[in-house]
Protein backbone atom coordinates (compact mmCIF):
# COMPACT_ATOMS: atom_id res chain seq x y z
CA UNK A 1 0.00 0.00 0.00
CA UNK A 2 1.61 3.47 -1.18
CA UNK A 3 0.96 6.37 1.45
CA UNK A 4 1.08 9.85 -0.09
CA UNK A 5 3.94 11.68 1.50
CA UNK A 6 3.47 15.14 3.34
CA UNK A 7 5.68 18.05 2.78
CA UNK A 8 4.97 22.04 4.51
CA UNK A 9 6.42 25.39 2.34
CA UNK A 10 6.33 28.40 4.01
CA UNK A 11 2.35 29.13 1.30
CA UNK A 12 1.06 25.94 3.29
CA UNK A 13 2.42 26.97 6.95
CA UNK A 14 1.34 30.47 6.40
CA UNK A 15 -2.34 29.62 4.50
CA UNK A 16 -5.35 31.72 6.05
CA UNK A 17 -7.40 29.84 8.88
CA UNK A 18 -10.79 29.13 6.35
CA UNK A 19 -8.60 27.63 4.19
CA UNK A 20 -7.33 25.19 6.58
CA UNK A 21 -11.03 24.85 7.72
CA UNK A 22 -11.92 23.69 4.12
CA UNK A 23 -9.17 21.35 4.21
CA UNK A 24 -10.00 19.82 7.35
CA UNK A 25 -13.64 19.02 6.28
CA UNK A 26 -13.13 17.74 3.25
CA UNK A 27 -10.95 15.16 4.98
CA UNK A 28 -14.03 14.84 7.84
CA UNK A 29 -16.16 14.28 5.18
CA UNK A 30 -14.48 11.81 2.93
CA UNK A 31 -14.28 9.90 6.63
CA UNK A 32 -17.53 10.17 7.39
CA UNK A 33 -18.17 8.81 3.75
CA UNK A 34 -15.82 5.37 4.36
CA UNK A 35 -17.84 4.81 7.92
CA UNK A 36 -21.01 5.42 6.48
CA UNK A 37 -20.33 2.44 3.71
CA UNK A 38 -18.84 0.33 5.91
CA UNK A 39 -22.73 0.61 8.19
CA UNK A 40 -24.59 -0.16 4.75
CA UNK A 41 -22.27 -2.84 4.22
CA UNK A 42 -23.23 -4.81 7.65
CA UNK A 43 -27.01 -3.30 7.20
CA UNK A 44 -26.61 -5.56 3.79
CA UNK A 45 -24.91 -8.38 5.49
CA UNK A 46 -27.87 -8.66 8.15
CA UNK A 47 -30.47 -8.37 5.65
CA UNK A 48 -29.03 -12.06 4.61
CA UNK A 49 -28.31 -9.97 1.08
CA UNK A 50 -26.80 -12.68 -1.04
CA UNK A 51 -23.67 -12.30 -2.82
CA UNK A 52 -23.60 -15.82 -5.32
CA UNK A 53 -20.14 -16.96 -6.59
CA UNK A 54 -20.88 -17.22 -9.28
CA UNK A 55 -24.08 -16.36 -10.15
CA UNK A 56 -25.16 -17.66 -13.84
CA UNK A 57 -27.74 -18.29 -15.79
CA UNK A 58 -28.89 -21.90 -17.29
CA UNK A 59 -27.38 -24.99 -15.87
CA UNK A 60 -25.37 -23.16 -13.36
CA UNK A 61 -21.60 -23.32 -11.72
CA UNK A 62 -22.15 -24.09 -7.79
CA UNK A 63 -23.88 -20.96 -6.05
CA UNK A 64 -22.64 -20.12 -2.71
CA UNK A 65 -23.94 -16.99 -0.51
CA UNK A 66 -22.55 -14.42 1.43
CA UNK A 67 -23.32 -15.81 4.84
CA UNK A 68 -21.34 -18.56 3.99
CA UNK A 69 -18.25 -16.61 2.47
CA UNK A 70 -18.17 -13.23 4.38
CA UNK A 71 -17.87 -13.24 7.99
CA UNK A 72 -14.10 -12.87 8.07
CA UNK A 73 -14.48 -9.65 5.79
CA UNK A 74 -17.15 -8.18 7.30
CA UNK A 75 -14.71 -8.80 10.85
CA UNK A 76 -12.40 -6.33 9.37
CA UNK A 77 -14.66 -4.30 8.00
CA UNK A 78 -16.26 -3.89 11.48
CA UNK A 79 -13.07 -3.01 13.40
CA UNK A 80 -12.29 -0.40 10.62
CA UNK A 81 -15.57 1.12 11.10
CA UNK A 82 -15.10 1.46 15.03
CA UNK A 83 -12.04 3.37 13.96
CA UNK A 84 -13.30 5.74 11.96
CA UNK A 85 -15.79 6.61 14.64
CA UNK A 86 -13.44 7.15 17.06
CA UNK A 87 -11.24 9.45 15.01
CA UNK A 88 -14.11 11.33 13.62
CA UNK A 89 -15.05 12.66 16.54
CA UNK A 90 -11.51 13.59 17.84
CA UNK A 91 -11.06 16.05 14.53
CA UNK A 92 -10.57 19.61 15.20
CA UNK A 93 -11.77 22.04 12.58
CA UNK A 94 -8.75 24.38 13.22
CA UNK A 95 -5.88 21.74 12.79
CA UNK A 96 -5.38 20.51 9.39
CA UNK A 97 -2.11 18.84 10.92
CA UNK A 98 -3.99 16.47 13.13
CA UNK A 99 -6.61 15.56 10.26
CA UNK A 100 -3.42 14.24 8.31
CA UNK A 101 -2.23 12.31 11.27
CA UNK A 102 -5.88 10.40 11.64
CA UNK A 103 -5.97 9.97 7.66
CA UNK A 104 -1.91 7.96 8.48
CA UNK A 105 -2.84 7.09 11.51
CA UNK A 106 -6.47 4.93 10.12
CA UNK A 107 -4.00 3.25 7.34
CA UNK A 108 -1.73 2.16 9.38
CA UNK A 109 -4.56 0.40 11.43
CA UNK A 110 -6.00 -0.76 8.10
CA UNK A 111 -3.29 -2.87 6.96
CA UNK A 112 -2.77 -4.23 10.77
CA UNK A 113 -5.70 -5.85 10.71
CA UNK A 114 -5.06 -9.83 10.17
CA UNK A 115 -5.92 -10.71 6.48
CA UNK A 116 -9.04 -12.87 6.21
CA UNK A 117 -8.59 -16.19 4.65
CA UNK A 118 -11.82 -16.89 2.11
CA UNK A 119 -13.75 -19.91 2.87
CA UNK A 120 -16.83 -20.81 -0.17
CA UNK A 121 -19.00 -22.71 2.25
CA UNK A 122 -19.23 -24.12 5.95
CA UNK A 123 -16.88 -26.99 5.09
CA UNK A 124 -16.66 -30.10 7.75
CA UNK A 125 -13.40 -32.44 7.94
CA UNK A 126 -15.12 -34.34 5.19
CA UNK A 127 -15.36 -31.70 2.38
CA UNK A 128 -19.10 -31.58 2.92
CA UNK A 129 -20.51 -28.68 1.30
CA UNK A 130 -24.31 -27.10 0.46
CA UNK A 131 -25.27 -25.73 -2.89
CA UNK A 132 -28.84 -23.82 -3.98
CA UNK A 133 -28.44 -25.91 -6.85
CA UNK A 134 -26.27 -28.94 -7.21
CA UNK A 135 -26.60 -32.14 -5.07
CA UNK A 136 -24.21 -34.93 -5.51
CA UNK A 137 -19.94 -35.57 -5.48
CA UNK A 138 -17.18 -33.38 -6.90
CA UNK A 139 -14.00 -34.13 -7.54
CA UNK A 140 -11.36 -31.01 -7.33
CA UNK A 141 -7.56 -30.28 -8.46
CA UNK A 142 -5.69 -27.87 -10.06
CA UNK A 143 -5.83 -25.54 -12.62
CA UNK A 144 -5.80 -27.92 -15.66
CA UNK A 145 -5.45 -31.22 -13.88
CA UNK A 146 -8.66 -33.10 -14.47
CA UNK A 147 -9.13 -34.45 -18.27
CA UNK A 148 -11.90 -36.88 -17.83
CA UNK A 149 -14.94 -38.01 -15.75
CA UNK A 150 -17.33 -40.82 -16.25
CA UNK A 151 -20.27 -42.17 -14.77
CA UNK A 152 -23.80 -43.72 -15.03
CA UNK A 153 -27.19 -43.48 -13.79
CA UNK A 154 -30.54 -45.25 -14.32
CA UNK A 155 -33.11 -42.53 -15.05
CA UNK A 156 -35.76 -41.73 -12.63
CA UNK A 157 -39.30 -41.52 -12.96
CA UNK A 158 -41.22 -38.51 -11.67
CA UNK A 159 -42.97 -39.56 -8.85
CA UNK A 160 -46.97 -39.08 -7.81
CA UNK A 161 -48.70 -36.48 -10.03
CA UNK A 162 -46.89 -33.16 -11.62
CA UNK A 163 -48.45 -30.08 -10.17
CA UNK A 164 -49.74 -27.26 -11.70
CA UNK A 165 -46.66 -25.36 -12.25
CA UNK A 166 -43.49 -26.65 -14.45
CA UNK A 167 -40.75 -28.56 -12.45
CA UNK A 168 -37.26 -29.78 -13.57
CA UNK A 169 -34.32 -31.96 -12.01
CA UNK A 170 -31.47 -32.16 -14.29
CA UNK A 171 -28.70 -35.82 -14.13
CA UNK A 172 -25.41 -35.15 -15.34
CA UNK A 173 -21.36 -35.76 -15.08
CA UNK A 174 -19.23 -32.98 -16.72
CA UNK A 175 -15.84 -31.29 -16.17
CA UNK A 176 -15.87 -28.08 -14.07
CA UNK A 177 -18.26 -25.32 -12.53
CA UNK A 178 -17.50 -26.54 -9.11
CA UNK A 179 -15.04 -23.40 -8.61
CA UNK A 180 -14.83 -22.16 -12.02
CA UNK A 181 -16.59 -20.34 -14.60
CA UNK A 182 -17.47 -23.05 -17.20
CA UNK A 183 -18.96 -26.48 -17.44
CA UNK A 184 -18.84 -29.21 -19.86
CA UNK A 185 -21.30 -31.53 -19.17
CA UNK A 186 -23.98 -34.25 -20.74
CA UNK A 187 -26.69 -35.56 -18.71
CA UNK A 188 -30.95 -35.96 -18.83
CA UNK A 189 -33.88 -34.93 -17.28
CA UNK A 190 -36.99 -35.80 -15.45
CA UNK A 191 -39.18 -32.87 -15.25
CA UNK A 192 -42.72 -31.91 -15.08
CA UNK A 193 -43.49 -29.78 -18.19
CA UNK A 194 -47.54 -28.74 -18.35
CA UNK A 195 -48.79 -31.15 -15.88
CA UNK A 196 -46.90 -33.93 -17.61
CA UNK A 197 -43.84 -36.39 -16.73
CA UNK A 198 -40.97 -35.24 -19.73
CA UNK A 199 -37.45 -37.07 -20.43
CA UNK A 200 -34.85 -36.13 -22.27
CA UNK A 201 -31.10 -35.76 -22.47
CA UNK A 202 -29.18 -32.87 -23.30
CA UNK A 203 -25.48 -31.33 -23.62
CA UNK A 204 -23.34 -28.47 -22.56
CA UNK A 205 -20.43 -26.33 -22.96
CA UNK A 206 -21.34 -23.25 -20.83
CA UNK A 207 -21.25 -20.32 -20.88
CA UNK A 208 -22.47 -21.56 -24.30
CA UNK A 209 -26.46 -22.75 -24.15
CA UNK A 210 -27.54 -25.71 -23.60
CA UNK A 211 -29.16 -28.36 -26.57
CA UNK A 212 -31.43 -30.95 -26.71
CA UNK A 213 -30.32 -34.58 -28.09
CA UNK A 214 -33.17 -35.14 -30.50
CA UNK A 215 -31.83 -38.48 -31.50
CA UNK A 216 -32.28 -39.95 -28.01
CA UNK A 217 -35.58 -41.30 -26.96
CA UNK A 218 -35.36 -41.25 -23.00
CA UNK A 219 -37.33 -43.08 -20.91
CA UNK A 220 -37.50 -43.88 -17.02
CA UNK A 221 -35.79 -46.20 -16.19
CA UNK A 222 -32.95 -46.32 -18.93
CA UNK A 223 -29.68 -46.90 -17.82
CA UNK A 224 -27.71 -43.85 -18.98
CA UNK A 225 -23.82 -43.82 -19.39
CA UNK A 226 -22.00 -40.04 -20.10
CA UNK A 227 -18.29 -38.92 -20.24
CA UNK A 228 -16.80 -36.03 -20.51
CA UNK A 229 -13.32 -35.16 -21.68
CA UNK A 230 -10.25 -33.23 -22.57
CA UNK A 231 -7.81 -34.31 -25.40
CA UNK A 232 -5.42 -30.84 -25.44
CA UNK A 233 -7.74 -29.24 -27.42
CA UNK A 234 -11.25 -29.55 -27.03
CA UNK A 235 -13.27 -31.09 -24.97
CA UNK A 236 -16.06 -34.03 -25.75
CA UNK A 237 -19.00 -35.01 -24.02
CA UNK A 238 -20.80 -38.51 -24.98
CA UNK A 239 -23.99 -39.84 -23.44
CA UNK A 240 -25.39 -43.09 -24.37
CA UNK A 241 -28.80 -45.11 -23.56
CA UNK A 242 -27.38 -48.62 -22.67
CA UNK A 243 -31.27 -49.95 -22.76
CA UNK A 244 -31.34 -49.00 -26.08
CA UNK A 245 -28.11 -48.63 -27.61
CA UNK A 246 -28.46 -45.10 -28.64
CA UNK A 247 -25.37 -42.66 -28.14
CA UNK A 248 -24.38 -39.25 -29.25
CA UNK A 249 -20.90 -37.31 -28.75
CA UNK A 250 -19.51 -33.85 -29.79
CA UNK A 251 -16.76 -32.00 -28.82
CA UNK A 252 -16.58 -28.13 -28.40
CA UNK A 253 -13.16 -25.81 -27.73
CA UNK A 254 -14.33 -23.59 -24.39
CA UNK A 255 -12.42 -20.63 -23.74
CA UNK A 256 -11.01 -19.96 -20.19
CA UNK A 257 -12.47 -23.38 -18.86
CA UNK A 258 -10.03 -24.15 -16.03
CA UNK A 259 -10.35 -28.13 -15.90
CA UNK A 260 -10.06 -27.60 -12.03
CA UNK A 261 -13.22 -30.21 -10.89
CA UNK A 262 -14.92 -33.36 -12.17
CA UNK A 263 -18.54 -33.57 -10.86
CA UNK A 264 -21.24 -35.89 -10.75
CA UNK A 265 -24.69 -33.68 -9.93
CA UNK A 266 -28.27 -33.76 -9.26
CA UNK A 267 -29.17 -30.32 -10.22
CA UNK A 268 -32.17 -27.41 -9.80
CA UNK A 269 -31.84 -25.63 -13.16
CA UNK A 270 -31.77 -21.66 -13.38
CA UNK A 271 -33.66 -19.11 -15.75
CA UNK A 272 -33.43 -15.92 -16.08
CA UNK A 273 -35.28 -15.46 -12.64
CA UNK A 274 -33.47 -17.92 -10.73
CA UNK A 275 -33.29 -21.27 -9.29
CA UNK A 276 -36.35 -23.36 -10.60
CA UNK A 277 -38.41 -25.71 -8.42
CA UNK A 278 -36.95 -29.01 -8.03
CA UNK A 279 -39.28 -31.78 -10.07
CA UNK A 280 -39.65 -34.88 -7.19
CA UNK A 281 -37.20 -37.33 -8.94
CA UNK A 282 -37.67 -39.72 -5.86
CA UNK A 283 -34.14 -41.32 -5.97
CA UNK A 284 -31.31 -41.06 -8.74
CA UNK A 285 -28.79 -43.91 -8.34
CA UNK A 286 -24.71 -43.12 -9.67
CA UNK A 287 -22.75 -46.29 -10.13
CA UNK A 288 -18.75 -46.24 -12.05
CA UNK A 289 -18.08 -42.86 -11.46
CA UNK A 290 -14.55 -42.63 -12.37
CA UNK A 291 -12.12 -39.38 -12.84
CA UNK A 292 -8.90 -38.38 -14.08
CA UNK A 293 -6.55 -36.48 -12.26
CA UNK A 294 -2.83 -35.16 -13.00
CA UNK A 295 -3.03 -38.42 -15.73
CA UNK A 296 -4.25 -40.53 -12.55
CA UNK A 297 -7.77 -42.50 -13.08
CA UNK A 298 -9.58 -43.20 -10.05
CA UNK A 299 -13.01 -43.72 -8.77
CA UNK A 300 -14.32 -40.49 -6.84
CA UNK A 301 -13.29 -42.07 -3.40
CA UNK A 302 -9.58 -42.37 -4.67
CA UNK A 303 -9.22 -39.27 -4.44
CA UNK A 304 -9.22 -38.69 -0.61
CA UNK A 305 -9.11 -35.39 0.71
CA UNK A 306 -10.12 -33.78 -3.22
CA UNK A 307 -13.38 -35.27 -2.47
CA UNK A 308 -16.37 -33.20 -1.86
CA UNK A 309 -20.05 -33.97 -1.22
CA UNK A 310 -22.54 -31.13 -2.32
CA UNK A 311 -26.03 -31.23 -0.38
CA UNK A 312 -28.92 -28.80 -1.97
CA UNK A 313 -30.43 -26.42 0.00
CA UNK A 314 -33.49 -23.91 -0.10
CA UNK A 315 -32.63 -20.56 0.29
CA UNK A 316 -33.67 -20.86 3.96
CA UNK A 317 -31.21 -23.73 4.42
CA UNK A 318 -34.01 -26.52 4.20
CA UNK A 319 -33.22 -29.77 2.61
CA UNK A 320 -33.65 -30.23 -1.28
CA UNK A 321 -31.93 -33.27 -2.27
CA UNK A 322 -29.09 -35.33 -0.19
CA UNK A 323 -26.70 -37.05 -1.77
CA UNK A 324 -25.59 -40.16 0.28
CA UNK A 325 -22.14 -41.85 1.41
CA UNK A 326 -19.95 -43.35 -1.36
CA UNK A 327 -20.45 -47.24 -1.50
CA UNK A 328 -17.07 -49.16 -0.25
CA UNK A 329 -16.01 -49.12 -4.07
CA UNK A 330 -15.99 -45.02 -3.58
CA UNK A 331 -17.57 -45.40 -7.33
CA UNK A 332 -21.51 -45.62 -6.47
CA UNK A 333 -23.60 -43.06 -4.45
CA UNK A 334 -27.26 -41.68 -4.58
CA UNK A 335 -29.41 -38.73 -4.18
CA UNK A 336 -32.23 -38.26 -2.71
CA UNK A 337 -35.08 -35.68 -3.15
CA UNK A 338 -36.18 -33.49 -0.08
CA UNK A 339 -38.11 -30.49 -1.40
CA UNK A 340 -38.84 -28.74 -4.76
CA UNK A 341 -37.25 -25.11 -3.49
CA UNK A 342 -36.40 -23.10 -4.18
Not at 82 to 93: D, E, N
Not at 106 to 128: E, K, N, V
Not at 192 to 219: D, K, M
Not at 309 to 337: D, E, H, R
Request: hydrophobic share 35%.
Amino acid sequence: MEIASITYDKDTLGESNASRDLRTEVWRVGLLNLSETFGLIFTLYQMKVAFVLPKCLGRTPIAFSCDECCPQILSRLRAAQRFLKMKLQTISASSATATAFIVLSFLMTASALPIPQLTLAPRAHDGSFTSTNWSGYAVTGASGSVSDAKGSWTVPAIQGTCPGTNQYSSFWVGIDGFSSGTVEQTGTDSDCQNGAPTYYAWYEFYPHPSFLISGLTVRPGDHMTAEASFNGRSFTVTITDTSTSQSFSTSARVHSAQRSSAEWIAEAPSSSGGILPLADFGTVSYSSCTATVNGTTGTIGSFGSSVQVITMVSNSGAVKAQPSSLSSSGSSFSVTWKSSGP
